[in-house]
């Protein structure tokens, strides 16, 4: 049976998930700048020839993409994500790199209940994704169910590759009381509000033994922009997140600012004065920005 045939688990249920900041432009634009090598490489050591990959929350698929050179033309990965606009997106980057034959996408919401049947990868990733849902022990359920289990005679079994981000782990500088106010305020609350969890990353490794899963590999890691000895890099890494930050925040009337101003949160010019704030930060020498990532594989 292949995995477009497959109904989804009779298990799975229809719980909400959301993503606050949405599928803006600027959006798609930050998130395609993401590879394996730069956002999984804690995953890239158990990549083999022949793999299938399932990339759940794929996004604007760069990550995914990526995983083709792993897994080889005898390999299969699988991208999804409720997004269509995003995965519009990554089809176009799939064949750019000339890898459709490997990498193909599908819309789905993985708490809705996974279309493929039991079992069937050799891995399940997902990239910055717990976060944003109203259950992450569903999700990581869902995905356990699709992952390869280790056979009684011995078998190797798959794998589950998790990243999330932390915003209580931010740092800028120089601190600026509007942007601050932003993580530790506002896109705190504007997250909670939907069900999700900005801090999801000091959770991911009890949120996996929670839901039947061994974390085999704990990590860390971060992701800077603007501290590199280079200054023609730092700059650049400046420019490109703060103009980007800029952009997603100057008009107030999408995703997260959008829902922010409709709870009461702030007015829109609070928001204009943040997106503001970004533009001057990208262009401060010796500014930069940085948060931690938390890193789990879970062997089957």
């Given at each position: 049976?292949?995995?477009?045939?497959?109904?989804?688990?009779?298990?799975?249920?229809?719980?909400?998930?959301?993503?606050?900041?949405?599928?803006?432009d600027?959006?798609?634009?930050?998130?395609?700048?993401?590879?394996?090598?730069?956002h999984?490489?804690?995953?890239?050591?158990?990549?083999?020839?022949?793999?299938?990959?399932?990339?759940?929350?794929?996004?604007?698929?760069?990550?995914?993409?990526?995983?083709?050179?792993?897994?080889g033309?005898?390999?299969?990965?699988?991208?999804?994500?409720?997004?269509?606009?995003?995965?519009?997106?990554?089809?176009?980057?799939?064949?750019?790199?000339?890898?459709?034959?490997?990498?193909?996408?599908?819309?789905?919401?993985?708490?809705?209940?996974?279309?493929?049947?039991d079992?069937?990868?050799d891995?399940?990733?997902?990239?910055q994704?717990?976060?944003?849902?109203?259950?992450?022990?569903?999700?990581?359920?869902?995905?356990?169910?699709?992952?390869?289990?280790?056979e009684?005679?011995?078998?190797?079994g798959?794998?589950?590759?998790l990243?999330?981000?932390?915003?209580?782990?931010v740092?800028?500088?120089?601190?600026n009381?509007?942007?601050?106010n932003?993580?530790?305020r506002?896109?705190?609350?504007?997250a909670?509000?939907?069900?999700?969890?900005?801090?999801?990353?000091?959770?991911?490794?009890?949120?996996?033994?929670?839901?039947?899963?061994?974390p085999?590999?704990?990590?860390?890691?971060?992701?800077?922009?603007?501290?590199?000895s280079?200054?023609?890099?730092?700059?650049?890494e400046?420019?490109?997140?703060?103009?980007?930050?800029?952009?997603?925040l100057?008009?107030?009337?999408?995703?997260m600012?959008?829902?922010?101003?409709?709870?009461?949160?702030?007015?829109?010019?609070?928001?204009?004065?943040?997106?503001?704030?970004?533009?001057?930060?990208?262009?401060?020498?010796?500014?930069?920005?940085t948060?931690?990532?938390?890193?789990?594989?879970?062997k089957?």
């Open positions: 049976m292949s995995p477009e045939e497959a109904p989804p688990s009779q298990e799975s249920k229809s719980i909400s998930s959301s993503y606050p900041a949405g599928y803006h600027t959006i798609l634009k930050l998130h395609g700048a993401r590879t394996a090598e730069s999984a490489s804690h995953l890239i050591p158990y990549l083999k020839p022949g793999q299938k990959i399932l990339d759940v929350g794929c996004g604007p698929g760069s990550i995914t993409v990526t995983f083709a050179p792993y897994v033309k005898e390999g299969q990965v699988i991208g999804v994500d409720p997004g269509a606009d995003a995965l519009i997106q990554a089809r176009q980057t799939a064949q750019d790199k000339n890898v459709q034959d490997i990498v193909t996408f599908q819309v789905g919401d993985g708490l809705a209940g996974l279309p493929f049947p079992g069937y990868f891995v399940v990733h997902a990239h994704v717990l976060q944003h849902v109203s259950d992450p022990l569903a999700l990581l359920k869902e995905m356990k169910r699709c992952v390869a289990k280790k009684d005679g011995g078998g190797g798959g794998i589950i590759s990243r999330e981000g932390d915003f209580g782990t740092v800028v500088y120089p601190e009381p509007d942007i601050n932003y993580f530790t506002i896109y705190a609350q504007v909670e509000s939907v069900g999700a969890n900005p801090r999801s990353g000091r959770r991911l490794h009890a949120w996996c033994r929670a839901a039947g899963l061994t085999t590999r704990l990590s860390t890691s971060t992701e800077s922009f603007g501290y590199n280079d200054e023609t890099i730092a700059q650049d400046r420019r490109f997140w703060g103009l980007t930050s800029y952009e997603r100057r008009k107030a009337d999408t995703g600012p959008k829902r922010a101003v409709e709870l009461g949160l702030c007015k829109e010019e609070d928001i204009v004065k943040v997106a503001h704030a970004w533009k001057e930060w990208a262009e401060t020498k010796d500014a930069f920005f948060f931690t990532h938390f890193e789990v594989i879970c089957l």
